[in-house]
């Protein structure tokens, strides 16, 4: 029976659920449940009990060796490896990041259970401990080596408004924890009826004969694990007030047909362009003719309003030249063997360039679109800054309607590998050796002007890191630039319409509940849609199609406490995790009695 409990209470039971009630089994059921509540299946129900085997691995009263932990990292690798399979696509050398990121990624999975068990053997109630956990190792993962919030629990329940609506309180951990929560009372309420593990605590006074020392006597539970029904009340009164919260907040005037609208008609434009890292320049000249063919067409189907901004997605402005800027007491230019006058006059000669592609776009789209105001663009393009040296960013800029650029924004959560190399600005001469990827964060959110509707941009994976987007508007709100509006562009084509694409989606719906803000996504083959502030998805096209979504965001001006604390209240279950952590290593490095 693979030690789930003393073999001499074990032989003696026939009971179908110990068939997947085995630590050989049970972490690959848990996998599996977590994979079928997110893509691309996306079955929501899976997410309430995905948990549940590997709660059920943290019973006191299960041996667990050192093969059942491994055999929880493999799982949990696995799984990662299957939901981020689309990783692959971007680059051959991504196979080997692929599989390291899954190894990675898998012992969050043994390390739940590890610390849940060692907070229940000193009788600390799993439903306390085991939400408290996987929440904080979801907001470690969120950071560490620059964080990636894909797949957390609460994620699988982007179908249903009626639960996200908490996130404006706690973000996507809000509603893992709710779910967590309810998962750990049905592992419980198995628990007290699982033939095997029914009653058994200390006050049986039974153990393992394979065990030794500490490890053979089978600790007391926590008063309230061995009450199911005190547990299930607790989960249960938590899920009502989840979804009383929801239906207050979805009954609100700012989330229903009464809503103040903007005022704007926004053409978020998608193609399914292939992109590779190196292309011919003809190339790029085929993918911007087909996003001013595909735009032509948007700004004919919106009779009724005139499109006022036009969007492409993350660097698809791309022929001729990007965006040049002169930083104050800038040294730079001698690189390109040029003198601060020759440097000048190449910046001045480049950007009246990119001024006037802009505004040929602009007289283009209105005459395709029958109005006679020209409509503003936010393009996806590179900016180049000449300060003490030649900085290169992934950048979103503005042409407003009289085709001047007004403001641009740089990319500031930039993605490991892909767009640069950890450690190597330390010795900035290897880049003069090796053809690695240098771009420069940002240092600042932006917004831009449309009327009077602030606009801030984002772009790629920054809503697919959580506290990137909620901090933007915190930061921004603090300056007094609160944006009416988060627009995300992103090309998203290296993942060949993977799972990772519906991945991102998901994230930008939690938040654009988290920021109670309008959120526009323009991608590269998807995904390209319009959020609300309730992370109601009203407008959006399949990915790896040709198409437009018209948005005419209203203004959501709630507040919710995750836009004041981020992600700082999570930073307690943080702490609890290494509370656990530390018990469990003096555990482990004390002898035996």
């Given at each position: ?12 039971c026939g009971s179908g659920l ?210 199911p029904l005190v547990t299930s ?265 993977s799972a990772v694409l519906d ?91």
């Open positions: 029976m693979d030690g789930l409990l003393p073999v001499s209470v074990a032989s003696g110990l068939t997947w009630g085995t630590p050989r089994r049970l972490p690959w059921l848990g996998a599996l449940l977590l994979w079928m509540s997110t893509d691309p299946l996306g079955l929501w129900l899976a997410g309430w009990i995905a948990l549940v085997p590997w709660v059920m691995l943290t019973h006191p009263a299960v041996t667990l060796r050192r093969r059942d932990y491994c055999r929880l990292w493999l799982a949990g690798s696995v799984f990662w490896l299957l939901a981020l399979y689309g990783l692959c696509f971007a680059h051959p050398a991504m196979f080997l990041g692929w599989l390291t990121l899954g190894g990675y990624l898998g012992v969050y999975t043994a390390l739940f259970v590890g610390l849940v068990r060692v907070a229940r053997r000193h009788a600390i109630p799993a439903i306390m401990a085991a939400p408290s956990i996987w929440i904080g190792l979801e907001c470690i993962r969120s950071y560490a080596f620059t964080g990636l919030s894909v797949c957390q629990l609460g994620h699988s329940q982007v179908a249903l408004p009626v639960i996200l609506q908490v996130a404006d309180i706690g973000g996507s951990y809000a509603v893992g924890f709710v779910v967590a929560s309810v998962a750990t009372a049905l592992a419980i309420w198995i628990e007290t009826r699982h033939p095997l593990l029914r009653g058994r605590d200390a006050g049986d006074n039974e153990m393992d004969p394979k065990a030794s020392g500490r490890q053979r006597e089978v600790p007391k539970l926590a008063t309230i694990d061995r009450r009340a607790l989960a249960g009164s938590l899920l009502l007030a989840t979804l009383a919260y929801g239906l207050w907040r979805l009954g609100q005037i700012p989330a229903g047909s009464e809503a103040q609208s903007l005022g704007i008609a926004i053409a978020l434009i998608q193609r399914n362009e292939r992109t590779e890292y190196i292309m011919p320049s003809e190339r790029y000249s085929q993918i911007f003719m087909a996003y001013v063919r595909g735009s032509q067409v948007a700004m004919t189907d919106s009779p009724e309003q005139s499109i006022d901004l036009v969007v492409w997605p993350e660097s698809m402005f791309a022929v001729g030249t990007p965006w040049m800027v002169l930083a104050e007491n800038a040294t730079s230019g001698e690189e390109l063997g040029l003198t601060p006058p020759q440097r000048d006059g190449l910046i001045a000669e480049r950007n009246e360039a990119f001024r006037q592609q802009a505004a040929s776009l602009q007289r283009q789209l209105a005459i395709a679109g029958d109005q006679a105001e020209l409509p503003a663009l936010l393009l996806g393009c590179g900016v180049v800054s000449f300060a003490e040296r030649m900085h290169s960013y992934s950048g979103a800029v503005w042409v407003d309607r009289a085709s001047q650029v007004t403001q641009w924004y740089g990319k500031r959560h930039l993605v490991m590998f892909g767009e640069y190399i950890p450690l190597l600005e330390w010795v900035p001469a290897l880049f003069d050796y090796l053809p690695a990827p240098r771009t420069t964060p940002g240092t600042e959110f932006r917004t831009m002007q449309l009327g009077t509707v602030r606009i801030a941009p984002n772009i790629c994976f920054e809503t697919a890191v959580e506290h990137a987007t909620i901090n933007q508007v915190r930061q921004l709100t603090a300056a007094g630039q609160a944006p009416d509006v988060i627009v995300n562009l992103t090309n998203d084509a290296w993942f060949n319409g991945h991102h989606r998901r994230c930008s719906i939690m938040a654009a509940v988290g920021t109670r803000r309008p959120l526009l996504m323009a991608s590269n083959t998807g995904p390209t849609c319009w959020i609300d502030g309730c992370g109601r998805v009203i407008g959006e096209i399949d990915k790896q199609t040709d198409g437009h979504v018209i948005a005419r965001p209203t203004r959501d001006n709630r507040w919710g406490p995750y836009q004041w604390w981020s992600d700082r209240p999570i930073g307690l279950l943080v702490g609890f995790v290494v509370f656990c952590s530390g018990i469990g290593w003096r555990q482990r490095n004390t002898p035996p009695a």
